[in-house]
């Protein structure tokens, strides 16, 4: 697997909120790991008065993943196998906890999401949606958990 840094505060946390077009596609007809195959859970803390602007960032981020999947099967696959689970109400200190699926995680793939957006809007884009992302979540690195399918 392929990540400008397993740390992953602008890297990971990203690909998921299957939310546009390609994306509900993509999850009327999911592809999950089988037994034995990685999943990659991502969590991502964001601050309650940036909510939106991350929710913002993510509808972008999904995007350049439907753009970059016109042509890039591996942009097409990210896009299809990866989802959020929004929080269903704040943290106890008032902050949301966004949970991305990699499922199944793709050895080898580029997850980085500035690479994402570079790919498909620029270097100019891509570094003012990575500030309002770094603005939005409460620690530098999120939360990585490697995870492998079990059986049930």
């Not at 990203?14 to 509900?24: D, E, Q, R, T, W």
């Not at 909510?51 to 439907?66: G, P």
Request: aromatic share 8%; glycine share 4%; with cysteine.
């Amino acid at each position: 697997m392929r990540f400008s840094a397993l740390a992953l505060p602008a890297s990971i946390v990203m690909l998921v909120f299957n939310c546009s077009p390609a994306g509900a596609q993509a999850a009327a007809q999911p592809t999950r790991a089988k037994p034995g195959e990685a999943v990659l859970l991502v969590l991502n803390t964001v601050r309650a008065e940036k909510k939106q602007q991350f929710e913002n960032h993510m509808t972008k981020l999904w995007e350049a993943l439907d753009k970059l999947s016109a042509s890039d099967p591996e942009a097409r696959r990210i896009n299809a196998q990866t989802r959020v689970l929004r929080p269903a109400g704040a943290n106890a200190d008032g902050t949301f906890t966004y949970v991305f699926v990699m499922d199944p995680l793709i050895p080898g793939a580029d997850y980085d999401m500035a690479s994402i957006l570079t790919r498909a809007f620029g270097e100019q884009e891509s570094g003012q949606m990575m500030s309002l992302y770094r603005a939005a979540i409460v620690e530098e690195r999120a939360q990585v958990f490697s995870t492998v399918q079990a059986e049930r």
